[in-house]
């Protein structure tokens, strides 16, 4: 059980006030720290977030997340005031994809569909023809014609998985995410060893070697909804461990192992250094100050926004 502290409590009563004066909605990853999950409106994966963003009638979105994920939500609301806690809340793997590389890539490979994961900037996804998450990659995927050839990008261990899974040939950008490629296969068997009967749950992020070892692969809502479908008691979750507060409250009577690093024994080497700058201090902050603001500029906002839209009609 977690310990609330007294500071805690009043940084709650006061995001819960700066809430309703603002009309705001909470939008939350579930990579977010646990404090942060429990003051949320919603919380969900990429997708779910940006479903959300898309059918909100507040006024303020406050996206508690990472920065491709609350531009995503300004693409889709331009009228509306859309803030994160920290602006500097990037991500490994939309920085492995700069918009100027990615769009030579795609000069290379003229008459191929442009497939881009949702963890890319603005400026990448206006390059793309159509957008996906971990959550609906293969059915964008069956939107494209057998005959036409996909560049997927950024994530290619997401890629490779995806192309194995639909029998598709797709040409990968070589994008990683640092937290999803550090899980140790090694160290993983030894836990499946010491944890007889104990599912291994991994993010399509992942290395295959881990995806090998994996009982099941998913999103992270696909990731959650398993631990109460599966009669399995114990889990080793390979990815970030956030995920871990809705897990053990969906399964209270299940245990949860982290999926170790291929470092030295950590317990915050798997937690995502982007997602964990958001705090509670600072999320209060940004509902105070309306700060820090989303932009973007409305030429750019109207390339991005075609490709989002594809992929939400898809669902
Ligand atoms: S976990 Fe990986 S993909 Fe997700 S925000 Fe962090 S760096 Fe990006």
Known sequence: MRVMEEGALDLFEEIGALKAELN???LAHYYQEPDIQD???FIGDSLALAQQAQRTDADVIVFCGVHFMAETAKILNPGKTVILPDLEAGCSLADSCPPGPFKEFIERHPGHAVVSYV???AAV?????IICTSSNAEKVIATIPEDVPIIFGPDRHLGRYIAEKTGREMVLWPGTCMVHIQFSEKKIRQ???RYPGAEVLAHPECEERVLRLADHIGSTSSLLRRVTESPARTFIVATEPGIIHQMQKAAPDKTFIRAPGEGPACEACSECPHMRRNTLEKLRDCMRDLSPEIEI???LRLRALRPIERMLEVG
Not at 125 to 129: E, I, N, R, T, V
Request: aromatic share 0%.
């Open 39 to 41: 003051m949320a409106d």
């Open 297 to 299: 500029e409305e030429d």
């Open 119 to 121: 963890n890319t900037s």
């Open 24 to 26: 705001a909605v909470i």
């Open 191 to 193: 836990l499946k060893v």
């Open 125 to 129: 996804k206006a390059l793309s023809d």
